[in-house]
């Protein structure tokens, strides 16, 4: 009868639980059935991600018939390996995460920008001074002047 190798189990907060276990391998690099409390022609034990093809890179030899369980350092070298391999994951999809959200961040500024860009445009047209722009857009006039005015000085002021 086939049996289960330990599994772990880490909660990486805000992302939920991962879970790994230890996998043993014939000499080809394959699963091998457990049974009987057995590893039937096993090779190798090695670290292996539930929720991914991650395997250790780094694997154990054994012999052939040997126990199910690797020993407590073995087993706990392989769970190193595996909590290393899913902090790089989790570090992986934070920055992603980060990632996409400076980049609706950045479409909403532009966005904004642009309206506001508008505005300024429509009240200089309906004859509102720079100081009045300034106070609405709370800077000071030279700043207005120079980041929407006209002229060629503040148009080589002018961020892009």
Do not use: F
């Amino acid at each position: 009868m086939a049996k289960q190798l330990p599994e772990w189990e880490l909660l990486i907060p805000g992302e939920g639980p991962y879970v790994g276990t230890i996998r043993v391998e014939d000499p080809a690099g394959r699963d091998v059935p457990i049974i009987d409390e057995t590893a039937v022609e096993a090779y190798a034990w090695r670290a292996k991600c539930l929720h991914c093809p991650w395997l250790g890179a780094t694997s154990v030899r054994i012999g052939a018939g040997s126990a199910l369980r690797p020993g407590p350092r073995t087993t706990n070298r392989l769970e190193e390996q595996w909590v290393r391999h899913i902090y790089e994951v989790s570090a992986t999809a934070a920055v992603l995460d980060s990632l996409e959200q400076l980049d609706r961040l950045a479409a909403r500024q532009q966005a904004v920008t642009q309206v506001l860009d508008e505005g300024v445009r429509r009240l200089r047209a309906e004859g509102a001074s720079w100081a009045q722009v300034a106070k609405l857009v709370g800077m000071t006039r030279q700043s207005a002047w120079e980041h929407w005015g006209d002229s060629s000085a503040a148009r080589r002021h002018r961020r892009p």
